[in-house]
Nanobody, 127 residues
Framework: QVQVAESGGGSVQAGGSLRLSCAAS????????MGWFRQAPGKEREGVAS???????????YYANSVQGRFTISRESTNNTIYLQMNNLKPEDTAMYYC?????????????????WGRGTQVTVSA
């Protein structure tokens, strides 16, 4: 019943920026992990960034080495909405980006196996 929907993809030139948004509806887990994956043609799906939220109120973020320092993941405190701010985009960032969510915050990391997925939003970066 969990519905995950992404938006914000598009085509930009290298060095440009995009901000992706993701909303997880009917997702009531107080503690959870939400994040982003991407898949380029001919390549395996890879984790990009994730954010884990715990019952105690603390959180943790994780980033793939390839996007560290360029991408920032954030989460709204009032609802299950996350964002991915992507700066200094490179052609190798071109991929379909998928938002994902899981009720277990402990699985959060660069590589994790979420239970719910969005349909994806395309990001294309030209040189």
């Amino acid at each position: 019943q969990v519905q995950v929907a992404e938006s914000g993809g598009g085509s930009v030139q290298a060095g440009g920026s995009l901000r992706l948004s993701c909303a997880a509806s009917q997702f009531t887990a107080r503690a959870n992990c939400m994040g982003w994956f991407r898949q380029a043609p001919g390549k395996e799906r890879e984790g990009v960034a994730s954010i884990g939220t715990f019952y105690e109120g603390n959180s943790a973020t994780y980033y793939a080495n390839s996007v560290q320092g360029r991408f920032t993941i954030s989460r709204e405190s009032t609802n299950n909405t996350i964002y991915l701010q992507m700066n200094n985009l490179k052609p190798e960032d071109t991929a379909m980006y998928y938002c994902a969510a899981d009720s277990n915050p402990w699985i959060c990391g660069v590589t994790w196996g979420p239970n719910s997925w969005g349909r994806g939003t395309q990001v294309t970066v030209s040189a």
